[in-house]
């Protein structure tokens, strides 16, 4: 009897990862219902910024070519969520900036008020993924998360 896995005619992994994208969804949505972030949550959005339906202001894609972070803490405004993505107003060094940004595009989610994250596939491009700079909006970068028992990571590999 052989160990290999046959491939699978459904795509579970599709189905998982849009399922867990619809938990961002869901989070943001409730912000956006209430206008506030309880407690000591916020949030830290990386998303690749070349993705389709990605618009952000052209001076953010020159400096963030395959992926940035933004966080979503204390300045933000015009937070608006829809079925496929959410926009949301921002400051980046004191300039505002309004960013459309479609959850298929997203890599990440972190809560670091409560150690919660999701990590995405990303399709990786020729060249691999490339490390990125923060996005310098607002609050600092997270601390990170110690021992990881609230990631959630999916990585479905086919065996051949």
Excluded: C
């Amino acid at each position: 009897m052989t160990q290999d896995a046959p491939d699978s005619l459904i795509p579970y992994d599709e189905i998982v990862q849009e399922a867990l994208r619809a938990v961002v969804g869901r989070v943001l949505g409730e912000v956006e219902s209430t206008g506030i972030l309880p407690g000591e949550h916020h949030f830290y959005i990386t998303f690749k910024t070349a993705a389709a339906g990605v618009d952000i202001p052209r001076h953010l894609s020159e400096r963030f070519p395959d992926e940035m972070t933004i966080v979503i803490q204390n300045r933000f405004w015009d937070l608006k969520v829809g079925e496929d993505g959410f926009e949301v107003g921002l400051s980046f060094n004191q300039t505002p900036a309004k960013l459309h940004i479609p959850f298929a595009a997203i890599t990440g989610f972190v809560d670091p008020a409560v150690n919660f994250a999701l990590q995405f596939q990303a399709q990786a491009e020729e060249g691999g993924l490339q490390e990125h700079e923060a996005a310098e909006n607002d609050p600092p970068a997270a601390e990170p998360i110690e021992d990881g028992s609230n990631v959630v990571a999916v990585d479905f590999k086919r065996k051949k």
